[in-house]
């Protein structure tokens, strides 16, 4: 894929809360994530977190810049040998990409899972970094000094609080 047709992201996988299979039974062990924007990556199965399980993996993957979403499932290997889906969850790119947010800024975010009937089920907990991203709409205003505005004649000292905001908010 060409650099400019996409951006590259680091995805860590962190941990899943109150995983069931199939509505009736709590996740017992082998739980595991697909990741997938153009591609897809899989971590390894927790073997003993149970409906809690904790994965800590760390995937760098390409994001078109055309996409909207990021895919999570989470699936268990069923006795049977086959894999139960869990629950899945889209991750809108302006999440963690929205144009405000300095370089290589680390975002932690949580999502309720949906089971394949659109049921809550779960949620799973990750992190995200645009790595490398240019960020212009930041900037041009993040870097500038800011200063205080006279408010009834009085003056602040020079101290600011606050943060930019465009104009047309």
């Known amino acids: 894929m060409e650099k400019n047709s996409s951006k590259t992201i680091e995805i860590t996988v962190i941990s899943g809360e109150d995983l069931w299979v199939n509505r009736r039974q709590r996740v017992k062990k082998n739980a595991f994530v697909i990741v997938q924007t153009d591609s897809s990556r899989a971590t390894k199965m927790d073997t003993d977190g149970g409906s809690y399980p904790v994965w800590n993996e760390k995937f760098v993957m ?3 810049m055309h ?3 990021i895919n999570v499932e989470v699936q268990c290997k069923a006795f049977s040998g086959g ?12 999440d963690f990409s929205g144009g405000y947010l300095p370089e290589n800024y680390l975002n932690f975010l ?4 949906r089971d394949g009937n659109g049921e809550k089920n779960g ?5 995200v970094k645009v ?13 500038r000094p800011w200063t205080a505005v006279p408010v009834d004649n009085k003056v602040s000292g020079g101290i600011v609080t606050g943060i930019p905001v465009p104009y047309g908010y």
């Not at 949580?110 to 899972?113: D, E, G, K, T």
């Not at 949620?123 to 992190?127: A, D, E, G, K, R």
């Not at 991203?133 to 205003?141: L, M, R, V």
Request: glycine share 4%; proline share 5%.
């Open 131 to 143: 790595i490398g991203q240019e960020n212009t709409s930041c900037a041009a205003s993040c870097s």
């Open 67 to 69: 996409a909207r979403f």
């Open 110 to 113: 949580s999502y309720r899972l």
């Open 83 to 94: 894999n139960n889906l869990i629950g899945t969850a889209r991750i809108p790119v302006s």
């Open 62 to 64: 390409e994001l078109p």
């Open 123 to 127: 949620i799973i907990n990750l992190s």
